[in-house]
């Protein structure tokens, strides 16, 4: 595989994307949209790269702001001019034993203004289900004009000792917004927070990146080259990916499903039916993860610090929905 791509691919989005090789047709909206990455887009502080706030309290460049049942915590904040949809928030809130305890609960809100008038996402986090490392990323995953702020708001239950504690900088460091705390604008205090966007799509010069990533004088290339020598990008891609799936079937440790094959499906059909994902891991049983439309790439197991592997998730998903073309997998 390094030998056929020149930078480094995640191998999940090979597979994922590889799957679109069986087909004749034009990549369509699912590979564009996988090639129109995310970017950081919004951060403060505002230091390149972006640094996550749990560290920066690590390194004495930030400090706590207190969360309670009384005070809630929020930050305003403006998407730049080539933002078209506002796709991941990560903050500050500490999870550490001394901060996060149980019975305490925090929930997440984005709303379009401060002034609240309309919600466009949110999700609570127990303590059993919070993270174990570093800062914590919401999906929001919404439609954005270029240019348009947002406002997003941490509540606490009132469980535990009703304290938790977020990061923040002072100095008014980001001009495009401020925080609040207790509802009441702090215009020398922001947050730490880093928000990532997905910009105007440029179909043609996100088809020359994914390309530009593979070795065409590669042997196994030999029909990319070809469609590229003859300027068309989207048979490109397919050659690509044919090559690359036929490459990786090779592997042992690719666990493909073999013809007549009959996985066990027990543990996708939790997934469907109960909205949760149990572990399998000895020192795990019985722990599970909420499955929803706002569960993150970031998830951790229960009493752990170990990451759900998602790329391991869509794969069993995928085995089950080709063993019973069940549309509740796909």
């Known amino acids: ?31 564009d949209d996988a090639l129109n990455y995310a970017v950081v887009d ?37 998407l730049s001019d080539r933002a078209r949809r506002l796709w991941r928030i990560f903050v500050g809130i500490s999870h550490w034993p001394d901060s996060w305890q149980e019975g305490e609960a925090v929930t997440f809100t984005l709303y379009d203004s401060p002034e609240k008038r309309t919600k466009l996402y949110s999700r609570t986090l127990d303590f059993d289900h919070k993270w174990s490392k570093w800062d914590t990323a919401f999906d929001v995953d919404i439609e954005a004009a270029p240019g348009q702020s947002f406002y997003f708001e941490l509540t606490h ?21 401020s925080a609040r705390i207790g509802g009441v604008e702090q215009p020398d205090l922001d947050l730490t927070f880093t928000v990532t966007a997905k910009p105007q799509p440029d179909r043609e010069a996100n088809l020359r990146r994914f390309i530009g990533r593979f070795d065409l004088q590669h042997p196994l290339l030999e029909k990319a080259r070809q469609a590229c020598d003859e300027g068309d990008l ?4 397919i050659e690509i990916l044919r090559a690359v799936e036929a490459h990786l079937r090779k592997a042992d440790w690719i666990p493909w499903l ?53 790329n391991d998730l869509f794969a069993d998903l995928g085995r089950a929905y080709a063993a019973t073309k069940d549309e509740r997998y796909a």
Request: charged share 20%; glycine share 10%; with cysteine.
């Open 42 to 78: 919004q951060t403060c502080p505002p230091v390149d790269p972006a640094q996550e706030g749990l560290v920066l309290v690590a390194q004495g460049k930030a400090q706590w702001v207190q969360l309670s049942s009384k005070s809630p915590v929020g930050q305003s904040f403006t």
């Open 157 to 177: 239950n009132g469980g535990g000792d009703d304290r938790i504690n977020v990061t923040a900088v002072s100095g008014n460091v980001y001009p495009r917004g």
């Open 1 to 31: 595989m390094r030998n056929l791509v020149r930078f480094a691919l995640p191998l999940g989005l090979l597979l994922c994307l590889a799957a679109a090789a069986s087909s004749d047709a034009a990549p369509g909206p699912v590979f």
């Open 234 to 237: 989207d048979r490109t891609c």
């Open 258 to 310: 073999k013809p007549g094959e009959k996985p066990d499906v027990s543990r996708m059909e939790k997934v469907v039916t109960e909205g949760r994902l149990y572990s399998t891991r000895e020192d795990g049983e019985g722990a599970w993860i909420e499955m929803s439309r706002q569960t993150t790439w970031r998830e951790v197991w229960p009493g752990s610090a170990s990451y759900v592997r998602h």
